[in-house]
Structure formats: structure tokens, C-alpha cells
């Protein structure tokens, strides 16, 4: 697992934070709340499922005052939709004592444990594009589809995957091998940030590649690992 934590034996919780990105005059990255929410919404959402867990509940908490709460639901609520995915209750909180120069917002999920895949001989592959601040908004078409990433593990085209955000593709793969001096090489930059993890490591069975290639048709890339 990446940023997810197992508790009372068959939950996960996972995590994502946005600041600097939204409404605000001050903010770094000027996008709608909506955005703002849908793209943390959307890598906790990843990352429960590299647990192999499901969403039951969500945290939202809001630093972006109270005109923002409502705008910050309804990107939640565009992910679930894209994801075709049934919306759990979301509870939390919004600073009001304070107002602060920039947004700021987080979004955590409770997810429930399913069984997982059975182990099999596995490619690697990345699917998406690093892309990081504006270059998200005006590449969209080249990120991650999380729909495709659910069918595909639904039907057992992909057995494992592994969000990728700002530390890359390359450090990731480390990471998630527990290898710090393995080396990669893809068609994408392996070192660029890919932000609210527009990129995703898929693990495919050796025996569905070509069937794996036709399903996501662009933006996947052979991941070659290299000791």
C-alpha cells in the first residue's frame, strides 16, 4: 500500500490534501473548488483501491471557508459518478473562525477490505501522463481514466495497481518494490511529478497483455524495471 493505513482488521483509510489550489485570489493554481476536491477525492479513491478496499465513508475537511463546502461535494460526487460508483455519506468540518489567504482541503475515505486477486505473474505497465498544477486542467484527456482501472480490475485485466503522485513514476516504483537502486524506463518522464496521481501503475497478468493493450488503447506504456 501507498498512504493507507489498515485498521480493526478489514478497514483502510487513505488520505489526500490540496492547498494553494482553488477560488482565492492568493492561491498558487487558480481551478473551481469543484476541481479542487474531485482530483484529492480522486486519489484517495486510488489508493483504497490499491488496498483492495472499497469506499464506506468520507471525511471532508474544509480550511476554504463556507461558500466552499458545498462546491467541494460536488467534485466528491463527480468522481463517484465518473467511477460509476455508489456515493457513501460524507461528514466533516469547515474552519470559520479563521480565514485564510489561500484553499485548503482534504479529503479522507474509509474503505472495507475485499480478498484479493490471487498472486500471478505480472508486467508492469503505467497508464496516464505526469502532469502537475495547470498542465492537469489543460491535459485532462491524457490522465488516468479511474473507470477504465475499475472495469479492468473488475474483470482481471489488472490484478495490482499503484497510484503515482509527486514523487514519480521512478521513486514510486521503488517504493512500492521496496528496491531503492532499481532503475525504470517508459515512454513517459519517470522523474516529473504526476501530481494528483494522473498517473497509475497497473500489474498484468503476463497472459492478458495484448487484451490489456486494447482496453486502454492510449497512455499505456510498458514499465521496464531494471535492477
Not at 200 to 205: N, R, T
Amino acid at each position: 500500500m501507498r498512504n493507507a493505513i489498515k485498521i480493526e482488521g478489514n478497514l483502510v483509510i487513505t488520505t489526500d490534501n490540496s492547498g494553494g489550489i482553488g477560488e482565492k485570489k492568493a492561491d498558487v493554481v487558480a481551478v473551481p473548488d469543484r476541481l479542487t476536491a474531485y482530483y484529492a477525492a480522486r486519489v484517495a479513491l486510488l489508493e483504497l483501491w490499491t488496498a483492495h478496499a472499497k469506499p464506506i465513508a468520507i471525511l471532508l475537511q474544509n480550511f476554504s471557508g463556507e461558500t466552499s463546502w458545498s462546491s467541494y461535494v460536488q467534485g466528491i460526487e463527480d468522481l463517484f459518478q465518473e467511477a460509476e460508483l455508489e456515493m457513501p455519506e460524507i461528514t466533516g468540518s469547515t474552519e470559520t473562525n479563521m480565514v485564510l489567504l489561500q484553499s485548503a482541503v482534504a479529503v479522507t475515505m474509509i474503505g472495507k477490505c475485499e480478498d484479493p486477486l490471487p498472486v500471478q505473474d505480472v508486467t508492469w505497465f503505467t497508464y496516464g501522463r505526469p502532469l502537475v498544477g495547470d498542465e492537469v486542467k489543460m491535459h485532462s484527456s491524457e490522465i488516468a481514466a479511474v473507470l477504465k482501472v475499475k472495469q479492468a480490475l473488475a474483470e482481471g485485466i489488472v490484478s495490482r495497481i499503484w497510484p503515482v503522485g509527486s514523487a514519480g513514476i521512478l521513486q514510486e516504483t521503488r517504493r512500492m518494490l521496496g528496491r531503492e537502486n532499481l532503475q525504470v524506463v517508459t515512454r513517459v518522464d519517470a522523474e516529473k511529478s504526476a501530481g494528483p496521481s494522473t498517473v497509475i501503475l497497473l500489474a498484468v497478468p503476463r497472459g492478458r497483455i495484448e487484451e490489456a493493450e486494447r482496453f486502454f488503447e492510449s497512455g499505456f506504456y510498458a514499465l521496464e524495471i531494471i535492477d
